[in-house]
């Protein structure tokens, strides 16, 4: 080791070995409740591939729930955070839940990008309020004022501008949904990728 290099092994982040594969992950955004979680569990395991969920990163990293965080740190603080979380991602193979507001930082969603193709999982509003119902501790980014309703209407276009492939989880099973990404993930590998 020369006088110029940093003792990785102490104090540095790894880096990504020089021989990586860049955009070897599967990446799942959408709403909460649109499935992110659920999909991606089941897809890692039918692909064979490790899942992880950025929102139980930052719970982890943090040590408090979701939305704990988003009450301690402000909309803002929390957006930031989880921008941070996802820009810190050296990741190959895996399957990448995100949380439902990473579609606020053009940073992160660019991060994300790097790390493979973006898949976004859709649901009409009746089916993510039931969904979000159903689940009272789910987090929420939202803000001050806005209902539910404004916040999936605003989040629209975001998650489709920044999605590869869309997904109905509403209309159609888990097993489906999942049976879809892999068809579609295999098309990718014979022929250039295409947005859809
Ligand atoms: N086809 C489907 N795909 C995915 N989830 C489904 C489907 N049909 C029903 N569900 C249900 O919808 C819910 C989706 O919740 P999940 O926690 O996976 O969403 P999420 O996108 O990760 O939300 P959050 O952003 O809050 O983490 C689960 O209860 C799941 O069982
Ligand atoms: O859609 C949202 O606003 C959120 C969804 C969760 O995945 C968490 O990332 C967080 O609670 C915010
Ligand atoms: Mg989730």
Not at 32 to 50: E, F, N, P, Q, V
Request: hydrophobic share 40%; proline share 5%.
């Amino acid at each position: 080791m020369t006088t110029t290099e940093t003792p990785s092994n102490i104090t540095s982040r790894p880096q990504p070995a020089t021989d990586s594969r860049p955009g070897s992950n599967i990446i799942l955004i959408g709403m909460a409740g649109s499935g992110k979680t659920t999909i991606g569990k089941a897809l890692a395991h039918r692909l064979g591939l490790a899942h992880v969920d950025t929102d139980h990163l930052l719970e982890a990293w943090w040590g408090i729930q979701l939305q704990q965080l988003r009450d301690l740190l402000g909309l803002e603080g929390f957006l930031e955070a989880e921008k941070k979380c996802v820009q810190g991602l050296i990741l190959e193979d895996c399957v990448i839940s995100t949380g439902g507001s990473v579609v606020y930082r053009a940073e992160a969603m660019r991060a994300l990008q790097a790390l493979g193709p973006i898949i976004g999982l859709t649901a009409g509003f009746p089916a993510i309020a039931e969904r979000i119902a159903r689940n009272p501790h789910r987090g929420l980014a939202i803000a001050e004022g806005q209902t539910l309703e404004d916040l999936y209407r605003e989040r629209q276009d975001l998650y489709q501008s920044w999605s590869d492939l869309c997904i109905a989880t509403d209309t159609h099973p888990i097993a489906a949904c999942v049976q879809t990404i892999e068809e579609w993930l295999h098309g990718q590998k014979e022929g250039p990728a295409e947005r859809i």
